[in-house]
C-alpha cells in the first residue's frame, strides 16, 4: 500500500535553514502538504503542492518537488526557536479523499 | 483561513461511561470531515470519513460502535466514544474540508481523552 516515510528527528541552530525529507511510494500521488503540529495541538497547515510544480515558496517556506524520485522536502529559511515542532507530510491522490501522513519529524531548534 | 474548532480539549473519565467529542467548521461549510487518532511519538490514524447526512465511513480495525460519528450539519460532526476504556485513551484530532475533500484539510486543536 501507500507509504510515506520521514526522518525522525532534526536539530538545527537558530537562524540555520531547516530542510526536512519526505519519501512516498504512490505514484499517482496528485496533492502533497507539509503540516506543523506544536505540542498538545492539532495540525496546522503549512503549505502544499501540486504534483506538476517542482517548487513553491511562500515566505520562509520552500517546498521542492521530485516526482522522479518521489520526494519531498520543506526548507524553512532563518528557523526560529518557534518553529520547533513536528512536521508531517501528507499525499493524497486525485479521486479520493484519504490523506495518508508521514511519520513526522520532530525539529528542534538551538538557541 | 477555514478554522475547526474541537471540544472538548482534554477530558478525564471513568471506564464504562461514554464521551463524546465535537468537531465544528466555523467559516465554511465540511461537507467531509475526518477523524483520526494519534498515538504518543506517532503519525496520525485515519479512523472514519464522514460525509453531511449519510453514514461513516470506518477504516479497517476500528470497531464503529464503539466509535460512533454523527455527521448531522454542515458545521457539525460528533464522535462519542462508547463504554470507554483505558486503551482507549489517546489524542483525537478531526479535520474538516469542503468539496468533498479536494481542499486542504484543516484540523481541530485536538482532544485529550484518558480514561481511568
Known amino acids: 500500500g501507500e507509504d510515506v516515510e520521514q526522518s525522525l528527528f532534526l536539530s538545527v541552530r537558530e537562524g540555520d535553514s531547516s530542510v526536512i525529507n519526505c519519501t512516498y511510494t504512490d505514484s499517482s500521488s496528485t496533492y502533497l502538504y507539509w503540516y506543523k503540529q506544536e505540542p498538545g495541538a492539532g495540525l496546522q497547515l503549512l503549505t502544499y503542492i501540486f504534483s506538476n510544480m517542482d517548487m513553491k515558496q511562500d515566505q520562509r517556506l520552500t517546498v521542492l518537488l521530485n516526482k522522479k524520485d518521489k520526494h519531498l522536502s520543506l526548507r524553512i529559511a532563518d528557523t526560529q526557536t518557534g518553529d520547533s515542532a513536528i512536521y508531517f507530510c501528507a499525499e493524497r491522490s486525485s479521486g479520493t479523499y484519504k490523506y495518508i501522513f508521514g511519520t513526522g519529524t520532530r525539529l528542534k531548534v538551538l538557541a | 483561513g477555514a478554522v475547526v474548532s474541537q471540544h472538548p480539549s482534554r477530558v478525564i473519565c471513568k471506564s464504562g461511561t461514554s464521551v463524546k467529542i465535537e468537531c465544528r467548521s466555523l467559516d465554511f461549510q465540511a461537507t467531509t470531515m475526518f477523524w483520526y487518532r494519534q498515538f504518543p511519538k506517532k503519525s496520525l490514524m485515519l479512523m472514519a470519513t464522514s460525509n453531511e447526512g449519510s453514514k461513516a465511513t470506518y477504516e479497517q480495525g476500528v470497531e464503529k460502535d464503539k466509535f460512533l460519528i454523527n455527521h448531522a450539519s454542515l458545521t457539525l460532526s460528533t464522535l462519542t466514544v462508547t463504554s470507554a476504556h483505558p486503551e482507549d485513551s489517546s489524542f483525537y484530532i478531526c479535520?474538516?474540508?469542503?468539496?468533498?475533500?479536494?481542499?486542504?484539510?484543516?484540523f481541530g486543536n485536538g482532544t485529550r481523552l484518558t480514561v481511568t
Open positions: 479535520s474538516a474540508s469542503s468539496h468533498r475533500g479536494s481542499l486542504p484539510l484543516h
